[in-house]
């Protein structure tokens, strides 16, 4: 169906491991923001992706019709890969895909598919109002990822396209942030996924003065390993180490890392502008250190609102949008 150019209305899509979501954009308005938590039975660290596929299922149909009808949708955005890197694939994403091919179509509006790591870069800018142009560095520290990149704007080309070019930079060799703490959380008796719980357990403990007990950084330039630290805090649970000093523990070894991986990119790419994404950046205290250390050094880093750091469609509308936008000011999509 034929529209006047007016400003962009477009509804976003992300189906991620562990989240169903959608958002609706008005322009520069988020009129929606739906998402429902996947359900993991307690005690598991996780689900199988044909597990998680049956929920975004069974999810969608009920989180769109908080959104919808409308009949001014001008583009549909979705998340139809994990990550900005050639092969990037989870079943889990195809689920969104798909219902956003249909809608699509059904409307006769333009189709956006981008990844749910840029998703979560572009819900940053969004949020602060941040441009992309002059290049700046994100972190992404989630369950699923831990990556130092490069971020510059990108010119549209075709429906597959992010609109950023993203490199990367460094990152985990192992096991991801968002793992360290669910893993470390399940063990400690939380639910999945752990981070708000173990966040809280931590502060508690700071407030009692309980000591947080140590755990190595193992950072290599850009990268960094998890395992080692995945493995002390295990044995010290089963040792009987004071729950709240294993969380403060675990949050102080994350914090650390990402402060001499971030001091590292810095360095080798000349970017000293950061934005945190994520899950895991939702944390107080790492934002509070990282803010604190970094300005040390000269590198100024921006955090998303926390509901917007973890996952969720705004970003994923908000780039849609902005492609959008591009195409109404004569840009070719």
């Not at 890969?81 to 249909?102: C, D, L």
């Not at 810095?266 to 509070?288: K, T």
């Amino acid at each position: 169906m034929q529209r006047e150019d007016r400003h962009p209305v477009i509804l976003g899509i992300d189906t991620s491991c562990y989240t169903t979501s959608v958002a609706l954009i008005a322009g520069r308005d988020l009129v929606a923001d739906r998402r429902t938590l996947l359900e993991v039975p307690q005690g598991k660290r996780g689900l199988r992706q044909a597990e998680a596929v049956f929920q975004h299922v069974r999810n969608l149909p009920q989180l769109l019709a908080e959104v919808l009808p409308r009949n001014d949708i001008t583009g549909v955005a979705v998340s139809s890969k994990p990550r900005s890197a050639a092969g990037s694939y989870m079943p889990v994403f195809k689920t969104g895909e798909g219902m956003a091919r249909a809608l699509a179509l059904a409307w006769d509006v333009p189709l956006y598919l981008t990844s749910h790591q840029a998703g979560h870069i572009w819900a940053g800018l969004f949020a602060m109002g941040l441009e992309a142009e002059d290049g700046f560095l994100a972190v992404h520290l989630s369950g699923g990822t831990t990556e130092v990149v490069s971020v510059r704007l990108e010119e549209p080309r075709g429906e597959d396209n992010e609109g950023i070019a993203i490199e990367i930079l460094g990152g985990s060799l192992d096991i991801h942030a968002g793992q360290l703490i669910d893993r470390i959380g399940v063990k400690l008796g939380l639910s999945f996924p752990a981070g708000p719980q173990l966040e809280d357990l931590a502060k508690k403990g700071r407030e009692q003065g309980i000591s947080p007990v140590p755990l190595a950084v193992s950072v290599k330039g850009i990268n960094v390993n998890f395992s080692g630290a995945e493995t002390a805090a295990l044995r010290l649970v089963e040792t009987g180490a004071h729950p709240a000093g294993v969380a403060q523990g675990v949050e102080i070894c994350i914090a650390e890392s990402a402060v001499k991986m971030i001091a590292a990119a810095a360095e080798a790419s000349g970017l000293n502008r950061v934005l945190m994404v994520g899950g895991v950046a939702a944390n107080q205290y790492l934002r509070q250190h990282l803010s604190q250390e970094l300005g040390k050094i000269g590198i100024s880093i921006t955090f998303a609102p926390s509901r917007l750091s973890s996952d969720n469609a705004v970003g994923v509308a908000a780039y849609g949008r902005w492609r959008a936008g591009r195409n109404q000011t004569g840009q070719k999509g």
